[in-house]
């Protein structure tokens, strides 16, 4: 079993509210789901879940705006 954590590249118009991603994500298969969670990813770029470990980071280049 390989040790190594998925990475989900992500736009800043996918994050939601304060710059936040969910995690199961919908592409993930079913039988993976575990609670709902929300990675603050806009704070360093990048941020894992404590679940399943997948990596969310900003795609290159992305600019995450903090207006309302």
């Known amino acids: ?21 969910y995690c199961p994500n ?5 039988w993976s789901h575990h609670p709902r969670v929300y ?10 879940c404590p679940y399943c470990g997948t990596i969310y ?3 290159a280049g992305e600019k995450v705006s903090h207006s309302h």
């Open 57 to 59: 980071r900003l795609k």
């Open 39 to 48: 990675i603050d990813v806009a704070s360093h770029g990048e941020g894992n």
């Open 1 to 21: 079993m390989s040790d190594k954590k998925a990475v989900v590249e992500v736009a800043a118009k996918d994050l939601q509210g304060p710059g936040v991603v």
């Open 26 to 30: 919908p592409q993930q298969p079913l």
